[in-house]
C-alpha cells in the first residue's frame, strides 16, 4: 500500500519566518503535488513535480518554492510566512501523470 | 482555464436517505476520479471512471460518467452515519499533469 508521510502534522510559526514542509512517499511514484485546503475553497494546488528536479506550477504558487532533490521526497518552502498562508497542507503523489493520488495525513499550519 | 463544478456545496440527510452530488467539467475529460475525505482526515481515492456513460458500483455507491465526458455523478443509497465526509470529483487537468479537484460536497448524516 502506498504510503505518504508528511513530516508535522501541526506546526506554529512566526510572519517573516521561513518554512519547510517536507513530504516522503515510498512507492517510486514520478508525480508528487502540494495543494492547501481551506474552508470552502476545496482543495487548491499549489505546485507540482512530475520528475526529480522538475516542477510546475499550480493554481496559487505566489509565495511558495519547491524543491525535489529525489525522487521520494517533495519539500514545500515559504519564503517568508504571511499570516494569510495559514492553512492546511496536503501532499500527494501519484504513480504518473493524472492518475489517482494517494494523500499523507496533513500539515495544520499556523502562522502568527 | 479549466473549472470543475460541484453541487451542491453541503447536503444534510436522514440516516437512510438516499443522496447524490453532481460534478460538472467545463471541458471534456479523459477520465474522472472521486475521493472521500472524513472530517479530520485525508482524501482518499474512491474510483476512476474512463468510457463515456460508464457505470461503476461500489456497495451503495453508483458512480456515473455522462455521454459526453463533461459531468459526472455520485449516489449513495441509504445512507449511514459512516459516509459522513466530504465528496471530491477530479479530472485531469487541460494541459497538464495534475487534475483539478471540484470543490466538493460535504454529507452530514443525521443518525
Known amino acids: 500500500d502506498v504510503k505518504v508521510t508528511q513530516s508535522s502534522r501541526y506546526l506554529v510559526k512566526r510572519t517573516g519566518e521561513k518554512v519547510f514542509l517536507e513530504c516522503v512517499q515510498d512507492?517510486?511514484?514520478?508525480?508528487m503535488f502540494w495543494y492547501r485546503q481551506d474552508p470552502g475553497l476545496g482543495l487548491r494546488l499549489i505546485y507540482f513535480?512530475?520528475?526529480?528536479?522538475?516542477?510546475e506550477k499550480g493554481d496559487i504558487p505566489e509565495g511558495y518554492s519547491v524543491s525535489r532533490e529525489k525522487k521520494e521526497r517533495f519539500s514545500l518552502i515559504l519564503e517568508s510566512a504571511s499570516t494569510n498562508q495559514t492553512s492546511m497542507y496536503l501532499c500527494?503523489?501519484?504513480?504518473?501523470?493524472?492518475?489517482?493520488?494517494?494523500f499523507g495525513d496533513g500539515t495544520r499550519l499556523s502562522i502568527l | 482555464g479549466q473549472q470543475v463544478m460541484q453541487i451542491p456545496q453541503y447536503q444534510h440527510v436522514q440516516e437512510g436517505e438516499d443522496f447524490t452530488t453532481y460534478c460538472n467539467s467545463s471541458?471534456?475529460?479523459?477520465?474522472i476520479q472521486w475521493y472521500k475525505q472524513r472530517p479530520g482526515g485525508h482524501p482518499v481515492f474512491l474510483i476512476q471512471l474512463v468510457k463515456s456513460g460508464e457505470v461503476k458500483k461500489q456497495k451503495r455507491l453508483t458512480f456515473q460518467f455522462g455521454e459526453a465526458k463533461k459531468n459526472s455523478s455520485l449516489h449513495i443509497t441509504a445512507t449511514q452515519t459512516t459516509d459522513v465526509g466530504t465528496y471530491f470529483c477530479a479530472g485531469p487537468g487541460t494541459g497538464r499533469r495534475a487534475l483539478t479537484f471540484g470543490s466538493g460536497t460535504r454529507l452530514q448524516v443525521q443518525p
Open positions: 471541458t471534456t475529460l479523459s477520465n
Open positions: 512507492m517510486d511514484h514520478e508525480n
Open positions: 500527494a503523489s501519484s504513480l504518473f501523470g493524472a492518475q489517482p493520488q494517494h
Open positions: 513535480s512530475y520528475d526529480v528536479k522538475m516542477k
